[in-house]
C-alpha cells in the first residue's frame, strides 16, 4: 500500500531535540460525550459530523488556539473519498485554498506486523488501526524567519497544533474501537515531531531515531533535517552516514497494543540499539551542501 504520509507544521523558535526525550502526551476523551448520529450526512470515518468533530475540537482547546492566533471564523469541511479517505479540513473565513489552516486525511487500516518483532511461537492478530494518510497544517498569515525556519518540504510556517490533532485522533480512535493511529512520515523531521506521542513499532528504528535525539539535541529540528538530507550525521557504529528509513510510527490505544511496547522483547530489543547508537553532526559540512542543493532546488520541493 503507497502512503503519502507528512506533517507541515511546528513552532521552531526553541525547538531542540531534547524537548522530545522521555515526554509523553496525555490523552483523554473524559470532557467529552458523543452524540447520537446524525441522519445520513457525510460522516468522519463514518461516525463523525460536522457539528460532532467541532464539538471535540471546541472540548481540546484546538478551536480557541487557532482564535489565539487571529482564526476565529473557522469553517469545517467533513467528507469521503471513493478510496474511503477520510477528509476533515479546517479554513478561516472561505473555503478557499489559500485559507486552509488544517488539512487532516485518514484511512481505517488493517495493519498485520512481521513476526520478527514477536516471540517464537506467539499467535500474531492485525492491528486495527486509523492510518494518518496526510496531515498539514499553516499559517496563513505567518512567513519563515530567523525563529521559525523553513524545514524541508514546508510552504508556510505552522500553527503549533500538533498536540491537539493527536487529542482529536486519540477521542475518534477509542469512539471506533481502533487499537491506535498510525503515521508513516516521509522526513525523520515528521517522525520526531510525532516522537512526543509515537513510537516506531520496529524497536530498532525507535532506538536510531531516540539516539539521535539524545546524541543531537543541542540542535534545532531544522538542522537535524538538513543532516539527514546533506549526509552529514555519522552512525559512528558503523562508521557511515546515518540514513532515515520510513516505518510505522504508532500511538496505542487499545490494551492489547500498549502491551506490545512494554513486552519485554521490544523494550530489550530498544535497549540494546539504544545503548549501541552513537552520532556525530558535521555541521559546517552540513551548511555548505545545504547551500549547493538550494542552489537548484527550493526547499519546499524537497
Excluded at 559512528?236 to 506490545?260: C, F, T, W
Aim: glycine content about 4%; charged content about 30%.
Amino acid at each position: 500500500m503507497a502512503v503519502r504520509v507528512g506533517f507541515k507544521g511546528s513552532k521552531l523558535k526553541s525547538f531542540k531535540l531534547a524537548d522530545t526525550i522521555g515526554t509523553d502526551i496525555a490523552f483523554s476523551s473524559d470532557n467529552w460525550s458523543l452524540p447520537a448520529i446524525n441522519g445520513t450526512q457525510q460522516l468522519f470515518l463514518g461516525r463523525f459530523s460536522e457539528k460532532d468533530i467541532r464539538s471535540i475540537m471546541q472540548s481540546i482547546g484546538l478551536l480557541r488556539h487557532l482564535e489565539s492566533l487571529g482564526f476565529a471564523d473557522i469553517h469545517i469541511d467533513v467528507d469521503r473519498d471513493a478510496n474511503f479517505i477520510n477528509y476533515c479540513r479546517l479554513y478561516w473565513k472561505d473555503k478557499i485554498p489559500d485559507n486552509l489552516l488544517i488539512d487532516l486525511r485518514v484511512s481505517e487500516h488493517t495493519f498485520i506486523p512481521h513476526e520478527r518483532f514477536f516471540e517464537e511461537g506467539t499467535e500474531i492478530e492485525p492491528y486495527q488501526m486509523i492510518l494518518i494518510e496526510w496531515l498539514s497544517a499553516q499559517n496563513p498569515l505567518a512567513d519563515f524567519d530567523e525563529r521559525r525556519p523553513q524545514l524541508p518540504g514546508q510552504s508556510k510556517p505552522g500553527l503549533g497544533v500538533l498536540k491537539y490533532c493527536f487529542q482529536l485522533l486519540y477521542i475518534t480512535a477509542s469512539e471506533v474501537f481502533k487499537d491506535g493511529f498510525m503515521d508513516i512520515p516521509t522526513h525523520m523531521h515528521g517522525a520526531m515531531m510525532y516522537a512526543k506521542a509515537f513510537k516506531f513499532f520496529d524497536p530498532v528504528q525507535e532506538a536510531i531515531m531516540r539516539a539521535v535525539m539524545r546524541d543531537l539535541r543541542n540542535y534545532s529540528l531544522a538542522d537535524i533535517s538538513w543532516g539527514v538530507i546533506t549526509e552529514t550525521i555519522i552512525d559512528l557504529d558503523k562508521n557511515r552516514p546515518a540514513v532515515y528509513d520510513p516505518g510505522e510510527q504508532i500511538h496505542y490505544v487499545s490494551r492489547r497494543m500498549k502491551q506490545y511496547f512494554e513486552s519485554p522483547k521490544y523494550v530489550s530489543t530498544f535497549n540494546k540499539y539504544y545503548h549501541r547508537k552513537k552520532y556525530r553532526f558535521d555541521y559546517e559540512e552540513m551548511v555548505r551542501r545545504r547551500e549547493e542543493i538550494l542552489r537548484t532546488k527550493k526547499i519546499e520541493d524537497l
